[in-house]
């Protein structure tokens, strides 16, 4: 699923992928700067997240949809809306949204093994 994925966003104009070949996730740098992180969902499917500032009080990101999604729904369409979708809640929670995708890859964990896919 994962692989089919990032195919997938792979052919919508303006993304670009980061993922660390060990881990079974990645992240998405969306043509308005912002980060979404894909993971499998707790009963298949994938459940993507907006990567903010962390704080105490707001976590790392935000669930961009309520229920899982296959890849095969990974259109345009679909990206805008878990981005949108993704800022309203943060916007919600009052989190502090990185000012753009390099200063997030400057506080990753793992930035040395971030490859493009």
């Not at 997240?49 to 369409?77: H, I, K, M, W």
Request: charged share 25%; hydrophobic share 35%.
């Amino acid at each position: 699923m994962i692989n089919e994925a990032i195919r997938k966003i792979k052919s919508l104009a303006g993304y670009k992928i980061l993922r660390n070949p060990r881990h079974n996730y990645f992240h998405v740098v969306t043509p308005k700067g912002n980060v979404l992180y894909f993971q499998h969902g707790e009963y298949g499917g994938l459940v993507a997240v907006l990567e903010y500032v962390p704080s105490r009080t707001t976590g790392t990101g935000c669930q961009c949809n309520e229920d899982a999604f296959n890849a095969d729904e990974l259109t345009a369409t679909k990206m805008q809306e878990l981005e949108r979708d993704g800022l309203a809640f943060a916007k919600e929670l009052h989190a502090k949204l990185y000012a753009n995708a390099e200063e997030w890859r400057n506080n990753y964990w793992d930035k040395a093994n971030l490859v493009e896919a």
